[in-house]
Structures are given as C-alpha cells and as structure tokens.
C-alpha cells in the first residue's frame, strides 16, 4: 500500500511537471500546447547522449540539456506558434500538433526507438518506518515541489504578473507598455526547462523511449484538467493525485486499468465539476 | 473577361453538369478502367474521405477540435469485423459499429462539450490512447495484439476487389450527400452558430451543448462506419493500426484539404493515400513529412487546398454574381475551438 502510494507520488510528480508546464504556457499565450511534452523530449535525449556519449557528468549535462529545452521552446515559439497567433485559436492547437509529430519523428530518427536510461547521482535508497525509498523517488517529489513554489512566486512579480494580463487581454497590457513578446518567449522558455526537468526525471528513474513523450503529455493534461487549468497548486496536486490513483489501481485492480483511470478522471471531474477541482469559473468572449 | 466570371453563364452549367455525370460514370466503372492495386487506393482514398467528412462536422462547422477519429474507426472495425463472424449481415453489423462509435462519443463528448474547445481535444486524445489499451486486452473480441482477420464481404455477381469498391464508392456517396444536406438544413446553421458565436447562442434558441453533442455523435458514427470499410480494405486489423499515426493522417486529410468544405476530406484523402504509399518504407522519414505538411499546410494554407478556388475568384475584382460556396462556404475559423 505504502510502496505504492510512495511509487505514485513519484510518477505524480512528472504529470505535475509536465501540467505545470502546461498551465505555464496556457495561462501567459491561452495555447494548449499539445508539443510540450516533445519539447522536454529531445532534450532529455540530448542529455542521455551527453552522459553516455560523451562522457560528461551529470551534474554538467542536465544544465546544458535545460539550456537545450529552453532554447527548442523559444525557436518553436517564434517561428510555428507565433506567426499564427493571430489568425485563431483553432490553428494554433494544431501547429502545436504538428510540433509535436515533427520533433517525434526527429527524435526516432536520430535515437531510434530503443528504451535508454539516463545515469544519475542519485541511485540508492533508505528506509523509513519499514518502507524502501529510493533517493530518486525523494528527488522527482522535491523537483515538482520546488518548480510549483517556484512558479508561485514568480507570478508575484512583475513580468508574471504581465504574463496573466496578457492571457486575459492581449491588446490592452500593450497599451500599457507591457512587452507581449517579451511574454510569450518567457512563458515558452520556463515550460520548455520544466518540461526538460520532467522527462529527465522520469528517464532517470525509468526508461526513455520515443513513447514517454505522449504518455506524458496525456498524463499532464489529466492533471491539468483535475487542477482547473487555473491553478499552478491544482496542476500540482492534479498530478499528484492522479500518479498515486493510477498506481493504486494498477496494484489492486489490474495492471491494465492503469491507463484507464487518466480518461476516467476526466470524465468523471468534467462533469462534477466543470471548471476542475481548483479551477475558478470562467466565460469568455462576448 | 476570365474564366471564373462566365462560371455563373448557362453553358457552363451545363459543362459542369455534364463533367459530373461523366466523373460519376468512371468511378462506377472504375473496377473496369484501372488494375487491382489502383483500385484499392481508391478505396483507401474513399474510406478516408468519409471518416474526413466526420471531422468536417465536428471540426470545420462546429469549431471543436476532436483527435479521437482514429479511435472510433477502430471501434468501427473491431465491432463490425466481430458481429460479421457472429453470424450478422455486414450492413446491419456496420450500422450497429457505427451507432457504438456514437454512443462513445456521447460519453466522451457530454462533460467536455460543455466546456471550452480544447476540453474535447483532452478527453478525445485521452480517448483514443485508451482504445487502443481496450483492443490489445479485449482479446475474445479483437484478438489482443496477434489481430483478427476480416471476412470481406462479396457483392452477388462481383469480385472481391469490384465489391470492396462499390462498397466504399456507396458508403462515401451516401456520407457526402448526408453531410451537404445537413450543411443545409437548421442543425449545420446551428453548428455555425455555436462555432461563430457561442454565447449569444442560447438567445437565439440554440443549445451550444446539445448541438456540439449531436455533431460529435454524427461524426463518431461516421468515423465506426468508415472504419467497417477500414476493415474490408485492409483484411487484417491489429490495434496499432489505429494509433497516434492514423490520427495524424486524418487530421492532414481535414486541414490540408479544407476543414470546411465537404469537397475537402476528398483532396486531403488523395494526398495522404499517394503519400503514405510513396514514403510507406521510409518509417520515421514519413512521420517528419506528415508533419511538416500538416505544419505548413496550417501556416499557408489555413483552409486548406479545398479553399483556393474561392481565394483565386477573392482576389479577382468583384465578379458580377459569384457562385455561392460550396454548402458552407468557407470556414470562418476564428473564434473557433474557444
């Protein structure tokens, strides 16, 4: 019970990423970014190449590999969603669609779609009141944790502060001298590290293949749907909550119910409660 | 004088006229005019020209996005391909298959319908990865991964390739006069409605839910239909037929040839049939291709290849009498999936 719940957390915490992420993303340009996970993809690829390639050590190939998932964001942003931007909503999903099939294909086409396993430092475990945890586990819980407060705070200031008004209004923050720009390619630049730190962790703690990117993307739009899409403590605590769900049911149902609680969830919190379980309500466009 | 200002002049009509009758006298002689192989690309160009014509409802009239079509094709096949070895007659079987895909969509459909657009996006996409987990554990039913063959139905008189074809030829024809009547009538003008104006909707008497719903239903049920000709052209169905891949080809097949128009699905369907025979050896090289095409398809030509006539008679100075669009006219996307 508690190993599983321990295992949930741990999976829970790389839907939390990656629906932080998301919400990121949402919340400053109103794009659902069907890409994100991609975006982390090939750069946690580039950091497994960077360790087991060349050689380097962690500790400097995941810095590099965050620079890498920064960077693909902002290039991704500027020359496929932005150009767009202003034409609808409709389109943009589906260039982030389009982003999305195109960096899988580049990533079998340069990796392949043999399963890797990124080394890192944190291998061993401990134990606690008769349950193994292992350091990874302690490591992906206290990543989620610290990008969710991280983000918190970084909405208090100023530039995330402009983020959430140009998410509302995109005419109006500029008419008061905020940089929309500016915006866009910082929103997309945070989402593209966290999603990078996402991937890393779940392609340290188990495998990497070309696959984790959907099944993550998947996950983390559960998680955000749970958490309202409003809400950076919902997307958290969505993901959370959905790791340990699956891995309960996994353990006491069938491993094949696993994939099936994600799609029940949606249905079931959509329509409970439309706006998510800490989403706030909201009608657009009159 | 241009070509396109006489387009509206009696002679032309009947040029026109006279140019469907004789297309529609070579797709029913097609069997007869070309070899087995061609044919059967024709088929596949039929069979995803329907299950386009299911997007053009839910994506291009009702401006929501759903990426379960591949899902509901394969609900289509496995449900069709098993009643058939029950014992059913194949119509009849396809039906059923079909009105299973809706009542999936129904489920699926009814939280996220109410909500923003790209709710559906989630719990169709949630959706489709879930399908395919259902047909590799539904081994009784689907045959897990080792698949299950397809009895293939022969028409009375007619070999198996000649009655594949009229099969998907009668099934296409049917969809597109179904689709261009609905254009037509209240529930496409209502489709329009939400799309154009979700909230001043309901003051017009136009429940934004009910109606999303009803064209996300149709279109599931055209997608189990399209995909119980699926499993007449392909004989053997396994689950990853219908993955992530299938979804993407459709989704070229709705915006590369024109979300909007019912004349759309048929241009993208040629395309992605000749493409996925030209690249079908190249694996990861065909997946970059599709989706730079989809990509630059949604960058240059947002609707699609089915809009450049009416963009060529636009750019002309204003014609005396324009021809009026096709059913729906070009798709005013914006606003759309909010």
């Known amino acids: ?286 | 004088m241009t070509p396109f200002a006489v387009f509206s002049g009696s002679p032309w009509r009947i040029a026109g006229a006279a140019g469907a009758l004789a297309a529609a006298l070579v797709l029913l002689a097609l069997p007869g005019l070309v070899n087995p192989y061609l044919l059967f690309q024709a088929c596949l160009v039929m069979v995803t020209a329907t299950a386009g014509l299911g997007l053009v409802l839910i994506m291009g009239w009702s401006g929501q996005i759903a990426l379960s079509q591949a899902g509901f094709l394969g609900v289509g096949a496995y449900a069709t391909t098993y009643l058939v070895a029950q014992g059913w007659a194949w119509p009849l079987a396809a039906v059923t298959a079909g009105l299973i895909a809706a009542l999936f969509g129904v489920l699926i459909g009814l939280p996220a319908t109410r909500l923003r657009g790209f709710y559906l996006a989630i719990a169709t996409l949630a959706f489709a990865e879930l399908m395919i987990r259902v047909f590799v554990e539904a081994t009784p039913i689907t045959g897990g991964i080792a698949g299950t063959a397809v009895e293939a139905v022969v028409l009375p008189g007619i070999d198996v390739d000649g009655s594949r074809w009229y099969l998907c030829l009668g099934v296409a024809a049917v969809t597109t006069a179904v689709v261009i009547r609905i254009g037509r009538v209240g529930l496409g003008r209502r489709l329009r409605v939400v799309r154009d104006a979700e909230i001043a909707a309901p003051s017009l008497g136009v429940s934004p839910m009910r109606t999303k719903l009803l064209a996300f239903a149709l279109s599931a049920f055209i997608g189990g239909i399209a995909g119980a000709l699926y499993a007449q052209c392909l004989s053997y169905l396994t689950p990853e037929i219908f993955d992530m891949g299938l979804l993407i080809e459709f989704l070229i097949v709705a915006f590369l040839g024109g979300v909007g128009y019912v004349t759309g699905p048929f241009l993208g369907a040629v395309v992605v049939v000749v493409l996925r025979d030209l690249l079908q050896d190249l694996g990861s090289w065909q997946r970059l291709g599709y989706g730079l095409i989809l990509a630059l398809a949604i960058a240059f030509l947002p609707r699609g290849l089915a809009s450049l006539p009416d963009r060529l008679r636009a750019r002309r100075p204003a014609p005396p009498a324009p021809e009026p669009p096709p059913v729906s006219g070009p798709a005013d996307l914006t606003g759309a999936a909010r």
């Open chain 1, 1 to 286: 019970m508690w190993q599983q719940i321990i295992s949930g957390l741990q999976a829970g915490s790389w839907y939390s990423l990656m629906a932080l992420a998301i919400v990121l993303v949402l919340k400053a340009t109103d794009v659902p970014n069907f890409a994100m996970a991609e975006l982390g993809l090939f750069p946690a690829f580039c950091i497994w190449a960077l360790i087991d390639g060349a050689n380097l050590s962690w500790w400097l190939a995941v810095p590099i590999g965050l620079l890498i998932g920064i960077a693909l964001s902002v290039v991704v942003e500027r020359t496929a969603i932005r150009p767009i931007l202003a034409e609808n909503h409709f389109a943009t999903v589906l260039m982030t669609i389009a982003v999305f099939v195109v960096i899988n294909a580049i990533v079998q086409l340069v990796w392949g779609s043999e399963p890797r396993k990124i080394d890192s430092p944190f291998a061993g475990s401990f134990t606690v009141a008769g349950q193994v945890v292992a350091y990874e586990q302690l490591v992906s819980v206290a990543a989620g944790l610290a990008v969710m407060v991280g983000l918190i705070l970084f909405f208090r200031t100023p530039l995330g502060v402009q983020m959430q008004a140009v998410a509302e209004d995109r005419v109006t923050p500029r008419l008061l001298g905020v940089s929309v720009t500016t915006v866009f390619r910082t929103s997309w630049a945070l989402a593209g590290a966290i999603a990078t730190i996402a991937l890393l962790l779940q392609g340290q703690a188990s495998l990497l293949t070309d696959q984790n990117g959907s099944g993550l993307l998947i996950k983390g739009f559960v998680a955000a749907t749970l958490g309202g899409f409003s809400s950076i403590t919902g997307a958290f605590v969505g993901g959370l909550a959905l790791g340990v769900a699956e891995n309960l049911a996994g353990a006491y149902i069938s491993t094949s119910s696993k994939t099936a609680i994600a799609l029940l969830a949606i249905v079931v919190v959509l329509s409970i409660k439309p706006q998510g379980l800490f989403g706030r309500h909201q009608v657009r466009e009159v």
